[in-house]
């Protein structure tokens, strides 16, 4: 006789119904009797009712009695969490990335940013941007900050000071004796990046230097004209030393003008000239002052005029 049973997946043995116990033994009973009597294997009806019984108690123990298993529903939540995760971290690190512009030796460029404000890069110039907070990396840049109802800040970083404005129009030059701050339009304030550092507001008008040593320079008026001169690609000299006229426009060159004779540095210029066009400084320098001008590979170099 086969007995079907579903194996039991409780702790210990499991309860038994009394009455089908009974059942089966009698059935068995009577089955061995049968059968030592007959000497068969006992009537087949009688069989078949004993192994249906053996089977409803099989499936009593395995329906019944079978310990439930709760079911884990705390995976679902902790991927979600894990997603939730994975998500900020990526919105934080999108943020902290920041937008760059720069621009080559003697290229102008302006660009709008996300707030509305307008940024003018001038030569070899470098900006960072996370929001309306800007890194001026190398150079300068003209900024006209769009002014914003919730009074939020805009700020413009150096390595040695940092301006703060809520709406305006101001330049910012980046060199590697300082920063130079020249306030255009509106209010600015601006401070030296160092935790003791003195702070100046600023009328239109009105500048400010920012020495290595990250201290203030008394405020000045502002080279508006200069400001001018640059975004429409052209210097002007008046009684300007001729070194600072010179480093001046080899900012927008890549041939370079190099004064080699120290004879040149009481010399002092005047005139305006195209952003760059270092040839034709050097041509008005000759003519003008007779200064010998001699082109080599590494730029143009001047000398004083011979005797």
Not at 88 to 98: I, K
Not at 214 to 234: F, I, M, Q, S
């Amino acid at each position: 006789m086969v007995r079907t049973v579903i194996p039991f997946q409780g702790k210990g043995a499991p309860p038994q119904d009394a009455d089908a116990l009974r059942l089966v033994e009698a059935m068995t009973d009577a089955e061995e009797g049968t059968a030592n009597a007959n000497g068969t294997a006992g009537d087949a009806w009688a069989q078949r009712e004993l192994e249906a019984v053996w089977d409803a108690v099989g499936l009593l123990d395995a329906a019944d009695f079978a310990e439930a298993r709760p079911q884990r529903t705390w995976w679902p939540l902790a991927v979600g969490m894990a997603a939730a995760v994975v998500v900020g971290l990526s919105v934080w690190f999108v943020a902290q990335r920041p937008v760059v512009y720069e621009t080559k030796v003697g290229q102008r460029q302006a660009v709008v940013l996300a707030d509305g404000s307008r940024v003018t890069l001038n030569t070899g110039s470098r900006i960072e941007v996370r929001g309306r907070k800007v890194d001026l990396m190398r150079g300068e840049a003209l900024f006209e900050v769009a002014h914003k109802p919730d009074a939020r800040p805009f700020d413009v970083r150096t390595d040695l000071a940092q301006v703060r404005v809520t709406g305006t129009r101001f330049t910012v030059r980046r060199e590697e004796t300082g920063t130079d701050v020249n306030l255009i339009e509106g209010h600015v304030e601006v401070r030296g990046q160092k935790s003791d550092a003195q702070l100046v507001k600023l009328q239109a008008g009105q500048a400010v230097a920012v020495d290595r040593a990250g201290h203030l320079g008394p405020v000045h008026p502002a080279d508006t004209a200069g400001v001018t001169d640059w975004l429409e690609g052209r210097l002007t000299f008046s009684r300007t030393p001729l070194k600072e006229a010179v480093a001046e426009m080899n900012r927008y060159s890549d041939r370079k003008l190099i004064v080699v004779d120290d004879r040149l540095s009481a010399l002092r210029i005047d005139g305006e000239f195209e952003a760059g066009n270092t040839e034709a400084l050097a041509q008005a320098l000759h003519a003008l002052y007779g200064v010998d001008a001699q082109v080599s590979e590494d730029g143009i170099r001047l000398r004083a005029a011979r005797n």
